[in-house]
């Protein structure tokens, strides 16, 4: 069996990860491919069940443990996992494990945290990972491409949960002169 192909889509906040993931799964149905979309549990921005982009778009998704190791392939073909930074390190051991039974994944992830250092479970899937997609969002100050998640509330928690009421983007400039 051939081993299934591992695509990063990477990002700082409102780069539209969610977005390119719901339109990667949309034509992957399409064409007839079985997918399967997976988020953390931690998320509770949005529906449970669901995964949801901040430009809108939404799709059914399955809610896993910040633990997991394990993810049952069933009839699989290819599995989206959102927000895979949330995760620790055990989901590489899924990821893999799909992998090896010739399951696509695509992942979405931050690219780093809010005080521009990258998630340890984010460092360890990229040697791992066949294609990058890097996506940049508008700066919030000077609408320049922007790859860094300034945040606008004083919480120091790195995996604070938040939207656009708490991030912006920013570029390398304006990220670090406020
Ligand atoms: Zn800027």
Redesign the pocket.
Known sequence: MNKGKLVIIVGCMLSGKTTKLISIAQDLIKNGKKVGIFHPAIDTRYKLNAISSHAGGSMESHALSLNTKHIEKGDLQVAIIDEVHFFNENILEAIEGLLNEGVDVYIGALNKDYLAKPFATVEKVLPLVDKKIELKAR??????P?EFSYRTTASKDLFFIGGAESYEP??????NHV
Request: one cysteine or more; charged letters at 15%; glycine letters at 8%.
């Open positions: 700066c919030s100050v000077c609408q320049q922007a920013r570029c390398g400039k304006h990220y």
